[in-house]
């Protein structure tokens, strides 16, 4: 970071930092870092809210060793996982189809309404997706039913089916984050110089050589981004999840932060709770580390 | 070979396609607000129909519903506010002093946008618990601050950075000190970056459910919390829920336009400048 800034004038006293950094920084430890430490301590404990009585004991290393026998908690990152690996897919290829389509010169006044209209999924509040994931999933009325019947295949008991959930909980995913790569492949498509474009169209009609040897290069470290900040994401999906489906039926859209809100929230267990949020982090940790090594070192 | 018209119908149809993909969710809830249990319910759907305001009659009326959203206001604004006033000086420190972590300051600052809220939920509802502040306004605006104030030193330093620093050192010859250089030079020069990263942290606060959920009762429910609170029950009120849903989405959708230039680096902490 120093590098890149100017030479600074020295004159300011050597508190002076920090007085402007404390403020923000005693609020983060206190609100961020308190409660993970203590959280880090929960977990050590035997910690059900619903029995103040038996006392809150430590229990040593109890919950993590229940967490490695817990099936359920394995199941529900796995679940994660192949949540991620479902709508990622989707969502860098519509993401690079939309952005191509948005690069492309001409329609100016209708290339400039699409482009805002990508907004309006990332801004509707995740909440709100499920409750329209409700309705457009609804077995009787919803809309995806009546659109199977019209073309002849027959309706699906959506939310109410293993798979049925698991796809509709990743068509609300990629309907909200697909504009989000659009908007990142836009940006790294309009890196690529005006000259060297131009050029490469002489050369090759072909769109997918283009694509290749012009622009891929522009694209990947928003790539990069992408595969990080959707992990992280993914990681941290509750809210639509939670109104659509309620990680059902079963445990078929059981994502790891509904399993672990159930076990704290309605099972009220805060120590393998506790335990398994403190897993979380640690996952959380490693990849914002890869992702601030592997992104933020060009701009630093 | 495709004659250029071929192109050109194909782009706009592309275009179209992705016109309605984007949209199509969206005009669902709002056309649905304007039905009638029989319209909602109507199978085929029904594309046309006469347009009723009452489901919007129902909410307004409901105090549940409209003290819900007075929560979110108040609960959004203040933490935006907190945020600002926490997170800008900072982001002058970070944009402009050298000193020792300052790297592994901002890496703190950058790494809180990934924490899964579950995370914190836990032990913050057992502290709440103790110290009386559940189903308080303070707790969600304090708890807010975990993803707002990093939202607000990135744009900000980000921004600060970008003011020409002689302005600065001609101030100090002037005599003024740290805190009136802040003031009077980057606050008001600084003010497009400070009201951008306020427009993310009150949408961002706005949409927020889950420490909501648990860390609200009754009192202190927000939008989000009483939108999901309609889903239970043998017969669903569809049109209501469609129309609260309407009536949370439509402001942050019109922040979210005003910002729609800086929505990537909004949501990328500037992963991909």
């Not at chain 1, 009585?53 to 919950?63: A, C, E, I, Q, T």
């Not at chain 2, 275009?15 to 085929?44: E, G, H, N, R």
């Amino acid at each position: 970071m120093a590098q890149t800034q100017p030479k600074l004038n020295p004159g300011y006293g050597r508190w002076t930092p920090f007085w402007f950094l404390a403020p923000a920084v005693f609020a983060l430890l206190v609100i961020g870092i308190y409660p993970t430490i203590s959280a880090l301590i929960t977990s050590f404990r035997r910690y059900n809210i619903t029995r103040p009585r038996d006392g809150f004991p430590f229990v040593g290393l109890d919950n993590y060793v229940n967490i490695l026998s817990d099936q359920t908690f394995w199941q529900s990152l796995g679940l994660t996982a192949r949540f991620f690996l479902t709508v990622l897919p989707f969502e860098l290829f519509f993401g690079i189809c939309v952005a191509l389509l948005l690069h492309r010169p001409g329609l100016g006044i209708l290339r400039a309404l699409a482009r805002v209209s990508l907004v309006v999924p990332l801004a509707t509040t995740y909440a709100v997706v499920g409750l329209i994931g409700r309705l457009v999933f609804n077995r009787d009325f919803g809309i995806a039913n009546q659109f199977l019947n019209a073309i002849g295949v027959g309706g699906l008991d959506w939310l109410g089916s293993t798979t049925g959930a698991f796809i509709a909980i990743a068509v609300m995913d990629i309907w909200q984050w697909t504009p989000f790569c659009a908007l990142i492949f836009l940006a790294g498509l309009s890196m690529v110089p005006v000259e060297i474009e131009e050029a490469a169209r002489l050369e090759t009609s072909s769109k997918t050589a283009m694509l290749r040897h012009v622009q891929l290069p522009y694209l990947l470290p928003g790539l990069t981004a992408m595969l990080i900040l959707r992990s992280a994401d993914i990681l941290k999906l509750f809210d639509m999840v939670f109104v659509m489906t309620r990680g059902g039926p079963g445990s078929a859209t059981d994502l790891v932060s509904i399993y672990i809100q159930r076990v704290g929230f309605r099972i009220f267990d805060m120590g393998t709770a506790s335990a398994q949020a403190i897993l979380l982090l640690i996952v959380t940790i490693v990849l914002s580390r890869l992702y601030i090594k592997l992104i933020y070192k060009e701009i630093e | 070979m495709m004659s250029m018209t071929l192109r050109r119908i194909l782009h706009g149809l592309g275009l179209l396609i992705v016109l309605c993909f984007t949209l199509f969710p969206f005009y669902w809830m709002v056309s649905s607000s304007f039905k009638d249990q029989t319209d909602l319910l109507a199978s085929p759907p029904v594309w046309f129909f006469t347009p009723t305001l009452s489901n919007y009659a129902d909410i307004f009326a409901d105090e549940k519903v409209s003290g819900a959203i007075v929560n979110s206001l108040v609960v959004a604004t203040l933490t935006t506010a907190l945020s600002v006033i926490l997170g800008a000086p900072a982001a002058y420190a970070l944009a402009r002093f050298n000193f020792r972590g300052k790297s592994d300051l901002w890496f703190w600052f950058i790494s809180n946008r990934m924490i899964s809220p579950i995370v914190l939920a836990l032990p913050v509802y057992v502290l709440a618990l103790q110290l009386k502040l559940l189903d308080t306004h303070l707790v969600l605006i304090l708890i807010y601050l975990t993803f707002n104030l990093p939202i607000v030193v990135w744009i900000c330093t980000d921004q600060f950075r970008s003011i020409p620093i002689e302005l600065e050192q001609a101030a100090r010859l002037d005599g003024a000190d740290q805190f009136t250089i802040f003031r009077k030079i980057y606050v008001p020069l600084g003010l497009p970056g400070i009201a951008v990263s306020a427009i993310f942290s009150f949408i961002f606060s706005w949409n927020e459910l889950l420490y909501a959920l648990v860390l609200t009762r009754r009192n202190v429910q927000t939008a989000p919390v009483i939108a999901t609170s309609f889903m239970s029950g043998y017969e669903l009120p569809w049109g209501k829920i469609m129309a609260t849903g309407t009536v949370i989405v439509l402001p942050v959708t019109i922040f979210a336009l005003l910002v729609s230039k800086h929505m990537v680096r909004g949501l990328t902490m500037g992963a991909t400048k």
